[in-house]
Structures are given as structure tokens and as C-alpha cells.
Nanobody, 123 residues
Framework: QVQLVESGGGVVQAGGSLRLSCAAS???????MGWFRQAQGKEREVVAS????????YYSGPVKGRFTISRDNTKNTVFLQMNSLKPEETAVYYC?????????????????WGPGTQVTVSS
């Protein structure tokens, strides 16, 4: 079993930056990781994913060039650096772990989920 806990959410003005962290504990094997978000009244969507080694990343179209996913396997932590945030990116951001070394942008490929952290971007 793997436990995930996100941190770093909060309120930021449009154009600002936040850095989310996701700490994994438990049987943290060679897992790929992903970040997803869900705005109120909308479906959950992928933001970014990263494979076990960190050599392969994926970004959704809306965040490409502004967000960066990274990981520190020595600390079992995954990060999401978010720059130039927009009000429409207000959502609960979730970290997820996949029992596979390869990354995926599909939420059903992930086996473990954190409780989420709220990100609010004010205009």
C-alpha cells in the first residue's frame, strides 16, 4: 500500500506561481507518478505525469510550457512547479501513483491517490 499526501496549495493571484509537493510513503516501489486536477463541476483532468526515472514526462496542452513536473526518488517526493497561473486553473490538485515504471495520462491507469490540495487563482 502507498500513501500520498499533497502540499503547497493555496491562494495566488493570476500570473503567480505555486509549487506543489507530493510525499509518498509505504511500499514506494518503482512507480510512475501523475498530477491531476478537478475544478468544481468539471471532470478530473490530467495535468502532468512522469515515469519512474524522471526521463519521460507528459504535459497536457493547457499547461505545457508553464508547468514542470519533477521527482526526487531519494525523498519519495514528486513536485509540480506551476507558473503563470490562470483563474480557470482553480481546482483541487491530486497526486497519483501508478504501479508501473512508465508514465500515463490516463487516470484509470493510476492505483493510488492523495486527498488533494486546493489551488485558488484569483483574478
Amino acid at each position: 500500500q502507498v500513501q500520498l499526501v499533497e502540499s503547497g496549495g493555496g491562494v495566488v493571484q493570476a500570473g503567480g506561481s505555486l509549487r506543489l509537493s507530493c510525499a509518498a510513503s509505504g511500499r514506494t516501489l518503482r512507480y510512475a507518478m501523475g498530477w491531476f486536477r478537478q475544478a468544481q463541476g468539471k471532470e478530473r483532468e490530467v495535468v502532468a505525469s512522469i515515469n519512474w526515472s524522471g526521463s519521460d514526462t507528459y504535459y497536457s496542452g493547457p499547461v505545457k510550457g508553464r508547468f514542470t513536473i519533477s521527482r526526487d526518488n531519494t525523498k519519495n517526493t514528486v513536485f509540480l512547479q506551476m507558473n503563470s497561473l490562470k483563474p480557470e486553473e482553480t481546482a483541487v490538485y491530486y497526486c497519483a501513483a501508478r504501479r508501473d515504471t512508465g508514465s500515463s495520462y490516463l487516470d484509470y491507469d493510476y492505483n493510488y491517490w492523495g486527498p488533494g490540495t486546493q489551488v485558488t487563482v484569483s483574478s
